[in-house]
């Protein structure tokens, strides 16, 4: 599913994202840009990426 659909990035990439050691929402945006046009997936964008790292 679509997280950003401002940048195109969905759950799963941000999930391998953390996987690969990204850990918070401002290296989220940073390296993919999410949440930086309309900022409508920020809360979505956060909340996957605080899942993903207590699951990692
Ligand atoms: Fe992510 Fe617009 S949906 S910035």
Do not use: H, P
């Amino acid at each position: 599913m679509y997280v950003c659909l401002c940048k195109g990035v969905t759950d799963k990439t941000i999930r391998r994202a953390v996987d690969d050691g990204l850990s918070s929402m401002r290296e989220l945006r940073q390296q993919y840009g999410v949440g930086t046009q309309c900022g409508c997936c920020n809360q979505c964008a956060k909340d996957i990426v605080k899942d993903a790292v207590a699951e990692r």
